[in-house]
């Protein structure tokens, strides 16, 4: 008699252990479609980087800016490459030339 009583007490437990089982189902599937989501949006960062160098290259931004940084004073300019001011100008204009073009891809 006493195996029939462990064989419905293991019955039971089993039954009693599907929640967590599917709450870990739910927890791996969750943490996989977030790292794919994650490495998703890398990669259209990446693409949304190349759209951007494109637009930069076909408006010629980069030699409308070249030609007026031409005519700025050398002394000023110096002082403004010592602080490195076109390099973070650049930065500046892809990454929201970027954020614009992810934004219109959306």
Do not use: C
């Not at 790292?35 to 990446?46: D, E, Q, R, S």
């Not at 100008?89 to 891809?105: D, E, F, Q, S």
């Amino acid at each position: 008699m006493e195996f029939i009583a462990d064989f419905f007490d293991a019955i039971w437990q089993w039954f009693e252990s599907i929640p967590t089982f599917i709450d870990d189902i739910f927890v791996k599937l969750s943490a996989w479609y977030v790292i794919w989501v994650t490495k998703a949006k890398i990669a259209f960062v990446g693409y949304s980087w190349e759209v951007a160098q494109e637009i930069l290259n076909q408006l010629n931004i980069s030699g409308t800016i070249n030609q007026y940084w031409g005519s700025i004073d050398s002394q000023v300019m110096g002082a403004i490459t010592f602080f490195r001011i076109p390099e973070a100008l650049n930065i500046i204009l892809n990454a929201h030339l970027t954020r614009y073009v992810m934004g219109v891809l959306k």
